[in-house]
């Protein structure tokens, strides 16, 4: 079956602006959860939703923000964009509990914030 | 605040040798740890967990040790191959943390040939 599928593979941004990026989960998996990585850092957790409804946070700003559609895709928006969000942005779905089963990655969206 | 913490951010072994990969942490309500594997441009891919209850759990060439009272995992690759050259990051989840894994920030293995 398909895996995880992740949109744009790449883009650049300038300070200020704004970015949606998109998550179609493995089909059947109703949890998706984001993640960003930056050098050095690994993976910081950014949210995580299930059914449409966002059941944990990570400790990001309030620039970031998600949703998960009724077919289980997810897109996350990040506003006001700063030089410190240039990151790769994974996506992973799970058919149930993230933290105990297995989490299936996309490839990613590289993001560059000029 | 990094609660899971790879502090050897890079190891090299010859191929036929055994990798060591060590991961601490901090949150003692952790009870669920897992170890990913990530070749560049892919996601990183599940390779092991292991549950609070139990101190090891083996899969095929990869083990996993778990030590709760010095708050320390390691995976073991016996033997390493080329192929497992890449970043290995170790993560962690509590049941009083719903469905959040913290993970550490990546050991990258070379294998030599």
């Known amino acids: 079956k398909a895996g995880v599928t992740q949109t744009p593979r790449y883009l650049i941004k300038t300070r200020g602006q704004q970015v949606t990026l998109s998550c179609s989960p493995i089909?059947?998996?109703?949890?998706v959860s984001w993640y960003q990585q930056t050098p050095g850092q690994g993976l910081q957790f950014l949210f995580e939703?299930?059914?449409?409804?966002?059941?944990n946070k990570g400790n990001f700003p309030g620039r970031f923000s998600g949703r998960q559609f009724s077919n289980s895709r997810s897109e996350m928006n990040v506003s006001t964009l700063e030089l410190g969000d240039s990151a790769l942005y994974l996506c992973?779905?799970?058919?149930?509990?993230?933290?105990?089963?297995?989490?299936?990655f996309g490839e990613g969206s590289r993001l560059t914030v000029l | 605040d990094q609660q899971v913490k790879q502090n050897s951010p890079s190891l090299s072994v010859q191929e036929g040798r055994i990798s060591i990969l060590n991961c601490d942490y901090t949150?003692?309500?952790?009870?669920?740890f897992l170890w990913y594997k990530k070749y560049p441009a892919e996601g990183p891919t599940f390779l092991i967990s292991?549950?609070?209850?139990?101190d090891k759990n083996e899969d095929g060439r990869f083990t996993v040790f778990l030590n709760k009272s010095a708050k320390h995992l390691s995976l073991h690759i016996v033997p390493s191959q080329p192929g497992d050259s890449a970043v290995y990051f170790c993560?962690?989840?509590?049941?009083?943390?719903?469905?959040?894994?913290?993970f550490g920030a990546g050991t990258t293995v070379t294998v030599r040939a």
């Open positions: 992973a779905s799970s058919l149930e509990d993230p933290a105990t089963g297995e989490l299936f």
């Open positions: 089909s059947g998996h109703r949890s």
């Open positions: 939703y299930f059914s449409e409804t966002q059941r």
């Open positions: 949150n003692s309500m952790f009870d669920y």
């Open positions: 292991i549950s609070s209850i139990k």
């Open positions: 993560a962690a989840s509590a049941r009083s943390n719903d469905y959040k894994l913290s």
